[in-house]
């Protein structure tokens, strides 16, 4: 029940800019994720929401309200750190009632919303154990309840499960979205992990240096990145990024050609596309097809074989190279020479400055 | 395997010897009066006043000491440990005092500071007009704790010190996002993390606090009268102003039970502080 609104929020540590102007609306029960490469400040911006960093310039305003000034317990949200930051001297139970005991709820309140918190995160056998004699997963899961005991108009997230195995990662992933669901709660995540971002999210906020990149859904982003950095940063395995030239603006989309020659019509407005400049030809590795037909040469060099998915390495006739996703178990061996042809709903073009042209298709999924 | 024979020789010939001479009629002044003293020294022991004295003095100065430098010290800790300008040289003047030799702290404490006619605190007193104590003669065993405490408070700091330090400053942050102020900050946080090393802190003070001697040798020998005898120094004045071997090695005897006794439970409580 609860929206927040940042407002050029800017953050300076002595001379140095560290969030240079981030705005940014987050709606009533939305789970929103921060991600970005290390040091751009995603935990920067999620502590000065806490109100454990001062807000240099800028307002932060929750339900409407400039809360700038108010102390973090004061604000009304509850933060999971990524070390899990548990009392080590205190019971599962008291490190999850600590909050209301010193709110001086009566102990018999505090009890039953403990126990329902325990119930939640399945932890009603451990209310009497220390945190140093449970397991990580057990520590994260008393960590949220943690937060969710003092029912806070948005929870805060940093990081939280990476101090987890893969298994268990995924896992409480699964538990986190369960959790988003089941408590109505509005959430700000921040990971620099893909997957969590991409499954979590409702909005997925790209950070770099400081500054928003982009703002959007998952599929968003995906399908329709605004500019180089996201169009790189989002995806697993990486978009293909190649160099080419504009050779002509048609209404049914831009013909470029690589280094190599080979021409290739994306489906994006020209905009002010001249003929002759540079570009980058940006096409995600499912955009690739083996095709005996196809306009694109190359040699394999390396093939991953996951099962349901073949990724094969594939040095192109220009001496880049390029990833291309099959579904499937492909059997293609290292060394063939193949040929490649393009889906043209995966090409994205990008000029000098690194910004998007403009798809002309609608995709079906993305906004 | 040798070695540790003689180590173990070391360290047992004395104590034989003392437990011995416990035992015995031995007077450096009456070399006649030798024997076998049964429990005689024991009985001369308790049942003179200034034995209990001197364990009464022993206890409180014990006592004081402890309370005051853990007291400051984790105070000081918390200060300490706070960003302010200056920081790192205020760390330094506060260890130092550890680095004086007792001898000479306590001669600094005697004659510069609490002397009743030249030391500053008299002269400070003069100078708003109170009349100047003579404080070894009216308080000795407090001066005593006082120039004792101010040698182990920055021992007492140092290692709570370190011991703030490494409190993780998430955790610390829960606690803000929890609603804890600083003071309750301080009782549920920093005072749990502290309880390890305020009982190591405990145990090497309780030891060497037990034998406290040249600060009361230096400044009032003891007295006056008994008012400032410990332990240490009633051993030192039996067998060395009178002679009696055999009642200072009773002295001694009881001095080793008694540290024994309190080793005893601070270990226990400390290492069953170490499991939690
Ligand atoms: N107290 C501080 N003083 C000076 N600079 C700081 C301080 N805290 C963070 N920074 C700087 O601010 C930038 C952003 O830090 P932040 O911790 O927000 O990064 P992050 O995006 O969370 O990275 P990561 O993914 O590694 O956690 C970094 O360049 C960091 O060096
Ligand atoms: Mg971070």
């Known amino acids: 029940m609860a929206t927040l609104t940042l407002r050029d929020l800017r953050k300076n540590y002595g001379p140095m800019e560290v969030i240079k102007g981030v705005s940014l609306d987050v709606a009533d029960r939305e789970l929103v994720v921060f991600v970005g490469p290390s040091g751009c400040g995603k935990s920067t911006l999620l502590r000065m929401i806490a109100g454990l960093e001062a807000i240099t310039a800028g307002e932060l305003q929750i339900d409407g309200q400039r809360v700038n000034e108010l102390g973090p317990a004061d604000r009304g949200l509850a933060m999971v750190f990524q070390s899990y930051a548990l009392y080590p001297h205190m019971t599962v139970r008291q490190n999850m009632g600590f909050a209301l005991r010193l709110a001086r709820v009566p102990r018999a309140e505090r009890d039953r919303k403990v126990d329902e918190a325990a119930r939640i995160l399945q932890l009603e056998p451990y209310l009497d154990r220390r945190p140093k004699d449970l397991s990580g997963g057990q520590r994260q899961r008393v960590a949220i309840g943690r937060a969710i005991v003092r029912q806070p108009r948005v929870f805060l997230f940093d990081e939280p499960l990476s101090n987890l195995d893969a298994a268990l990662r995924g896992q409480m992933r699964i538990e986190l979205s369960r959790l988003h669901e089941e408590l109505n709660a509005t959430m700000i995540y921040v990971t620099h992990d893909q997957v969590e971002a991409m499954t979590l999210a409702d909005k997925i906020v790209v950070l770099q240096a400081g500054r928003v990149e982009q703002v959007g859904s998952p599929l968003d982003l995906y399908h329709r990145p605004e500019n180089l950095f996201v169009a790189g940063f989002i995806g697993s395995p990486q978009m293909n990024m190649l160099p080419a030239t504009v050779q002509e603006a048609g209404p049914s989309g831009l013909a470029v050609a690589l280094a190599s020659g080979t021409r290739i019509v994306a489906p994006v407005a020209a905009g002010s596309a001249n003929q002759g400049d540079s570009v980058t030809l ?29 990724l094969l390495h594939v040095t192109i006739e220009d001496g880049r190279q390029v990833t291309v996703q099959i579904e499937g178990s492909d059997l293609t061996r290292p060394h063939e020479t193949v040929r490649l042809s393009v889906n043209p709903v995966a090409c994205h073009v990008f000029d000098q400055s690194g910004r998007a042209f403009t798809h002309l298709l609608k995709h079906s999924l993305a906004a | 395997m040798p070695s540790v024979i003689v180590l173990l020789a070391w360290m047992i010939v004395p104590l034989v010897m003392t437990v011995w001479f416990s035992f015995q009629y031995y007077n450096l002044v009456n070399p006649e009066a030798a024997g076998f003293a049964g429990l005689d020294n024991y009985e001369f022991l ?68 609490m002397h009743p006619i030249y030391g500053v605190l008299s002269v400070a007193m003069r100078a708003v007009g109170l009349e100047p104590v003579d404080w070894f003669a009216q308080y000795p065993l407090a001066s005593v704790i006082a120039i004792v405490s101010w040698e182990w408070l920055p021992f007492a700091l140092l290692i709570l010190l370190t011991a703030v330090q490494s409190l993780d400053h998430e955790q610390r942050e829960a606690a803000r996002m929890d609603g804890a102020g600083a003071i309750a900050q301080f009782f549920f946080l920093t005072l749990p993390h502290l309880s390890r090393a ?56 009881v001095a080793i039970v008694l540290a024994n006794i309190v080793a005893f439970f601070l270990v226990r409580s400390i290492a069953r502080r170490l499991e939690v």
Not at chain 1, 290 to 304: F, K, Q, S, T
Not at chain 2, 77 to 95: C, K, S, T, Y
Not at chain 2, 229 to 242: D, P, V
């Open chain 1, 282 to 310: 940006g096409i995600r590795p499912e955009g690739l097809r083996l095709d005996p037909d196809g306009p694109i040469g190359g040699e394999v060099r390396l093939a991953e074989r996951l099962g349901g998915l073949t």
């Open chain 2, 46 to 113: 308790v049942t003179d006043p200034d034995f209990w004295a001197a364990l009464t003095n022993t206890v409180i100065l014990l006592g004081s000491v402890l309370v005051i430098t853990v007291g400051f010290g984790t105070l000081l800790a918390v200060l300490f440990d706070q960003p302010f300008p200056g920081r790192n040289i205020a760390r330094l003047l506060a260890i130092s005092p550890f680095f004086v030799m007792p001898t000479v702290s306590a001669l600094v404490w005697k004659n510069l500071l």
């Open chain 2, 198 to 253: 305020i009982g190591v802190v405990v145990m090497i003070e309780t030891i060497f606090l037990l034998t406290v001697f040249a600060e009361i040798f230096v400044t009032t020998s003891g007295g006056p009268g008994n008012a400032s005898t410990n332990l240490a120094f009633l051993i030192y004045a039996r067998a060395l102003l009178q002679y009696d071997i055999g009642g200072a090695s009773a002295g001694g005897v």
